[in-house]
């Protein structure tokens, strides 16, 4: 495989793929030259400073775009053309435009093209929706996400984030499809800013999100940017015959029993630890994609639905009334789509 | 004191007082003959069919109101008027003038009237509420309430509860103001009915309130009639320096590791177990007021504040949408009031 | 009934004796007048410097000993003599001749003596031993009794206490007796002495004994004067099936996340609070056993066996090795009563 | 590296070292032709049906010793002559002679012999045993450690495998030199057996040993050959300020609430999972001692002493006493030799 993007995100792939005996990397692009080639050396791989390079190799089988938001779109819509298999991060691009185009060139090209919503391979939420879809909370009634980030983004991050609905409650929208399977009829959300400089931006980091289904299931988003204490990352499924919930992890099991009380160690403080497993499971679930022609866990409309859900959210914020989801534009051609998905 | 009611609330007042030295009953009241009869045998007091009994006698200092609830209001100013002291479950009465016409009563008579707002008492409430107070979790930004009844109450039960808002959140609204020490600005519901029965009453079982206060704080609260799994009551206060939540409890500590996984025992089934404690310092509390002349804990404001609360919330989830406080008819007056406060 | 003595565990016995309906007290003694003549006033019944005075009193049922361990002996063969059931703190006395006579002397006047094990009566405690009976674990085969006091006792009431093993550790003694309904068959101790004090005294604080049973299992208990971080009381119970364990309890269910971890509150500090329950619970046991003719739940082989399990116990760390139960004097006794037990 | 031996525990070596960077495997060996064969195909590198293979090859930086226990001593033996460093599980050999051989020879040539104590690797242990080091738990007083296997091992390993004290127990003497870094002056071991078999052939399959340091220090630990509810791996730690606990670890962190009480997940199952980290770390520290010429963390005093308690502890069971250490016959020569640790 090729490796777009030798960041933050570029990283923690590599040290994925070491450890999925299958995969091997053939060339790191960085337009970061010596940061390319000092990697380079490291993996004992090619590098480039340009998508172009690994597009035009034959002996790359696979793309992994891990380079900044802007890039994605391009870069995508590139190496489908160069006939390669695309794994990315999310987002494919800024509009659902650009998202039905990649999925339309990946359709039309029989590419598998695979947008990483890690949060679907931990093993913890896996779980957790499995035991959903096997009954075990009995009817499904009350589904929370909870989200806090840690550490705080710098303000660099931010400004080029889309805003905290599109960077982060993106994954949550798709957490709850992922448990769900089915998509609601209205959200509302309220959202506030603690931050210095976020508001500033017209963005938050304070945020509920309420979420009605025909069905009479409700679900609640709660997102902050910041946890002071770690990355808290939890789900809780509330049914008819009990609740499931996904609680957070430490990487270590000590406890101290003090006269100050019964400590526990900080939990994960970030997402490369938090969700090290999920990412290694991404990448192996996309090689099977590859190899066995298993099809693509994450489809087009799951892809739309998150992005649609986070206008909509974002709308509601602004307009502070709660909106139905068939008010959004596309979604005439959305019911069209869903016998497709 | 006196006793008004045998019924549920009756029997566990009962057990609290006499696990408290220093309150002594006097006379037990219920229209079941039999029953008061048969209790007062026991308790070594006297009983009465009409409440009218207890309030003429001299060594009644006080009385408690665990009557049917539309009996509440007649009986609160029937004591009042007699010059008695009182403690009641809430509701006061089925209107904010009612309410208004209690406390007035209360006040001109300088007698103490007091609410019981039980889980206010409850040692892991109160103490989640006193680390928020002392900063132990920073600027508050999330602040989440779950609660869950166990067993369904009977359908006859639910016919006459005034519905979800005023039967069961406005506990929930009392807990915000408990612990914040501050109103919300506006107000969203969210609710749906999965229970035979009570949907046809029009009455919902599951609901998601989101609030939001004029500092950014955010507020939700999940609840619903029925839970499997016991009575889930728990309290969640995310700041900017931590977050402290106050969780299930269970009444014995075993643990049992098999090759199933590792089961702890339920949780409390219902509130007399779960709130034992906080039954017991509100009417510790009660005979405080009545023996050191302390400030009664729940205030006037408090009382119609959660009143005023449950009926927006009720109207926010009528209309599906959010509602400002300021929109409530006894806003100026509220506004008003809260230098009395 | 009457309460002989009112200091620390007479005054939880008040405390118990008030919640349980249907046990009142009719006289309080202690050989401080001004005490007990107090606390009689505020719980309006009679008071005695002297034991005889309830003694003579028709009107008293039962006796309840918490006087100083030194008095017990006296005291409860006076009230037998006197024709009083008796309730009893351990120690019965100072020897298995005394526990023997004050059995023999109830046995013989068809009065119940009833020895306060008070863990026996503890909500989690009998939960891990009834699961242990039903089968739960499987065949057990290791069983590890954990105890460590808080806060850590005064000089003075180390000096009394006749030592570690007749002091604290015959509780665990009584446990494993409770839980298994059988006897070890070897026994070895080792202890040390870490606080400045009992050493001195030739009194250990910190001690480990292991426990052979015939049919394989074994069994340690490991014990300390003084746990910093409260009152530590566990059980585990370990089977061919699984494991079950009994844990701490905290007074209340807060959990503060923080940057330093994840901080629960501190447990239950002292015996009073941790065994609440098993105080009230063992009274009405008592009562019970007045009222219904009910068998008194701890034998006299109970009895006896923790106590010689105490004195082997320390003989095994006098001399360092480790003893056969049968080595024990009493032994061929032991036997011979096994079916009258 | 070349390694030798593709069982159970080369396995897992393989998974470790491919997820370290720099450290890439030349040749696996093992007498199984077409294992070898095939696994040296996936790994893309040589294979051999004998040690002598790599240990010629240039390019063989260093030796992972993975074979049959009864192989170790004459391949570590034959690696250190051919001037390979080795890692190797324990044991070194089957005598204290055989142990000094070894490290005799790494000594005189100045190899690196790194025994793989995979526990001190651990990430929670060795937070445990930091935390003891850095004082949390104040003065040392009683230490704990728990170990039960799962699954049960098969009747042809236990066969060769020089019972449990050699096998299983050397790890936790191990774990109580770690932790404490001093040794104790007396042993006493009480067993027995449970499973069919295992007795038969005079092993034993449950076991607590109980150890005297002459500071006041008392540890204990407790093994069992089958924990049915997985693979049990605990150390507590108590002081005079506080407790520490090393607590079992689950794949996932999901919760089911239900009327039969809160279940979580099973714990780890058996040691390639449960220590997955921690081999990889052991691997990393030898490749440490490679690299950088990083000292051996696991000193002939070491290896040596978890070898004579393994062999004391076995002889105090059979002997029914407790040992004094320096009844063993390597004590003199153990003092002599502790300066040079």
Same mark, same amino acid.
């Given at each position: 495989m090729a490796l777009l993007g030798l960041g933050r995100?570029?990283?923690?792939?590599?040290?994925?793929?070491?450890?999925?005996p299958g995969i091997n990397l053939r060339c790191v692009v960085d337009v970061d030259e010596s940061l390319a080639k000092r990697l380079a050396k490291d993996l004992e791989c090619?590098?480039?400073?340009?998508?172009?390079?690994?597009?035009?190799?034959?002996?790359?089988?696979?793309?992994i775009v891990a380079s900044p938001t802007h890039a994605h779109y391009g870069q995508i819509q590139a190496a489908l053309e160069a006939g390669k298999p695309v794994f990315t991060e999310k987002p494919l691009g800024s509009s659902l435009k650009e998202i039905d185009t990649c999925f339309g060139l990946a359709k039309?090209? =029989?590419?598998?093209?695979?947008?990483g919503f890690n949060r679907r391979f931990d093993?913890?939420?896996?779980?957790?929706?499995? =035991?959903?879809? !096997?009954?075990?909370?009995?009817?499904l009634q009350m589904l929370r996400v909870t989200s806090r980030d840690s550490p705080l983004p710098t303000m660099d991050y931010i400004r080029t984030s889309h805003g905290i609905f599109h960077d982060c409650i993106v994954h949550d929208?798709?957490?709850? $499809?992922?448990?769900?399977?089915?998509?609601?009829?209205?959200?509302?959300?309220?959202?506030?800013?603690?931050? !210095?400089?976020?508001?500033?931006?017209?963005?938050? #980091?304070?945020?509920?999100?309420?979420?009605?289904?025909?069905?009479?299931?409700? @679900?609640?988003?709660?997102?902050?940017?910041?946890?002071?204490?770690?990355? #808290?990352?939890?789900? !809780?499924?509330?049914g008819s015959k009990g609740m499931l919930q996904a609680e957070n992890r430490s990487p270590v099991s000590t406890v101290l029993s003090s006269d100050e009380g019964v400590l526990r160690p900080t939990i994960e403080q970030s997402f490369?630890? $938090?969700?090290?497993?999920?990412?290694?499971?991404e990448l192996t @679930?996309?090689? #099977?994609?590859?190899?066995? #022609? @298993?099809p693509v866990p994450v489809t087009h409309e799951d892809v739309r639905m998150s992005f649609i859900l986070s206008e909509l959210g974002e709308q509601s914020h602004r307009e502070a009334r709660p909106l139905r989801v068939s008010e959004h534009p596309a979604f005439d051609d959305l019911q069209e789509k869903v016998p497709e998905a």
């Open positions: 995100a570029g990283k923690f792939h590599i040290q994925s793929i070491q450890s999925i090619d590098y480039s400073t340009s998508a172009e390079g690994p597009l035009g190799q034959a002996d790359v089988d696979a793309v039309r090209s =029989g590419l598998p093209l695979f947008v093993p913890s939420f896996s779980s957790l929706a499995r =035991g959903v879809k !096997e009954g075990q909370v009995g009817v929208f798709d957490m709850l $499809r992922f448990i769900t399977g089915k998509d609601p009829v209205e959200i509302y959300s309220v959202g506030s800013s603690f931050v !210095e400089g976020i508001g500033a931006l017209g963005d938050l #980091d304070n945020v509920l999100v309420a979420l009605r289904y025909d069905d009479g299931l409700i @679900a609640s988003i709660d997102v902050n940017r910041f946890a002071s204490y770690g990355y #808290d990352q939890r789900i !809780e499924a509330f490369p630890t $938090r969700y090290r497993e999920a990412y290694r499971e @679930a996309f090689s #099977d994609c590859l190899r066995e #022609d @298993a």
